[in-house]
């Protein structure tokens, strides 16, 4: 089976290849920047393997099998991706490796979740950011995919504090996507703002705390207010 390999300097062309939307998405949000600099993104029929400096693959046996398990499955429904792209994708971004079960942990221990996105800002903001790239971009069209409009009150990290009823967020049918529009239902993309994914859903209110709330207020809410 053929393979394309994407050089950073060829991204331009990215949307000529057969490669997700997830893919293509995530991988034009980077801003073209790849790190380590020799890593490229192989992709194969839209599933993405890495490739290091020497052409050694970088993806294994066992992701492909991780994409196949009854988590993987849920995961591609839930991200619109595989687990192995969303690696490469944060393995292009960062220089950074992550495993299959690294991940499904993310989504399984709530504790475990919270000592690594505490631990690490680039998988609390990249991989975030990667899993949330299929989110629906008007607030119309999140409706009709099933997404649910939280309260106010559980929409103060998305607003200005002056303002709180700037913006509407809604989450997935699963509580793992997360978007936000303004008041024209369009998607809010300011980092300050925008939606954020969730390893556990609104609905699971002591696991959301420590897996997702307390690393946004670590990395995001304390920065910008100086703490």
């Known amino acids: 089976m053929s393979k394309v390999v994407i050089d950073p300097d060829t991204i331009s062309g990215l ?8 893919t293509a998405n995530a991988i034009k949000e980077a801003d073209n920047v790849f790190s380590p600099i020799e890593t490229k993104a192989c992709l194969n029929c839209g599933n993405a393997t890495a490739i290091d400096g020497d052409g050694t693959a970088v993806r294994d046996a066992d992701e492909d099998l991780s994409d196949n398990s009854e ?19 944060y393995k ?3 220089g950074n490796d992550l495993t299959p079960e690294t991940v499904e942990k993310l989504f399984t221990d709530p504790e475990f979740a919270k000592k690594a996105l505490m631990e690490d800002k680039s ?5 975030r950011d990667i899993l949330n790239t ?15 409009k939280l309260d106010v009150h559980q929409s103060v990290f998305h607003n200005p504090w002056y303002n709180p ?7 997935g049918p699963d509580g793992h996507l997360e978007a936000v529009y303004d008041s024209e239902g369009e998607i809010v993309r300011d980092k300050k703002y925008k939606g954020t994914f969730n390893f556990f859903g609104p609905d699971q209110a002591g ?3 420590a897996a997702d709330v307390d ?13």
Not at 15 to 22: G, I, N
Not at 166 to 171: A, F, I, P
Not at 215 to 227: A, N, R, S
């Open 134 to 148: 299929n989110i629906p971009t008007t607030e119309a069209t999140a409706k009709k995919a099933g997404f649910t």
């Open 123 to 127: 998988l609390h903001t990249v991989y």
């Open 207 to 209: 696991n959301h705390k």
């Open 71 to 89: 988590f993987g499955q849920q995961f591609e429904k839930t991200t619109g991706m595989p687990i192995s792209e969303s690696i490469v994708l």
């Open 92 to 94: 292009a971004r960062t």
């Open 215 to 227: 690393p946004y207020i670590e990395w995001d809410v304390k920065p910008e207010w100086g703490l």
């Open 165 to 171: 009823w700037m913006n509407l967020k809604y989450v």
């Open 15 to 22: 949307e000529s290849l057969e490669v997700s939307a997830a």
